[in-house]
């Protein structure tokens, strides 16, 4: 009996995989979002009306100010958040154009 191989063992299911670009960018935010108090203060600031004052942050995480504004800068470095300078505070709101991804991401305290 002869069998015949094929090249193909099967239809490929990529058809839904991600972009190199979708992927990228889906890391960076995940590598971001990957620390518990980056996780928490995105889900602060995303899940509030408006926007959020950097001073609202030290107690609420219970880190110092200088770790606090370290962690703010990589979550806006990657885009889920932005920053606006109002006298000596900034204040923070989340990317309306992630926020909807992130949400299905995350449980659902977040609404976009």
């Not at 099967?10 to 995940?30: G, M, Q």
Request: contains cysteine; charged residues 20%.
């Amino acid at each position: 009996m002869i069998v015949y191989m094929s090249n193909e063992c099967c239809p490929a299911p990529f058809e839904r995989s991600l972009t190199s670009r979708e992927a990228e960018r889906c890391a960076r935010v995940f590598a971001a979002l990957a620390d518990p108090v980056r996780l928490r203060l995105y889900t602060m600031i995303a899940s509030a009306e408006g926007e959020v004052c950097a001073c609202s942050f030290v107690d609420a995480v219970d880190r110092s100010q200088p770790t606090v504004s370290h962690h703010l800068k990589i979550l806006r470095d990657c885009g889920l958040v932005q920053g606006t300078k109002r006298g000596t505070w900034v204040w923070y709101s989340a990317n309306p154009e992630l926020a909807a991804e992130v949400a299905q991401l995350l449980p659902a305290r977040i609404s976009a």
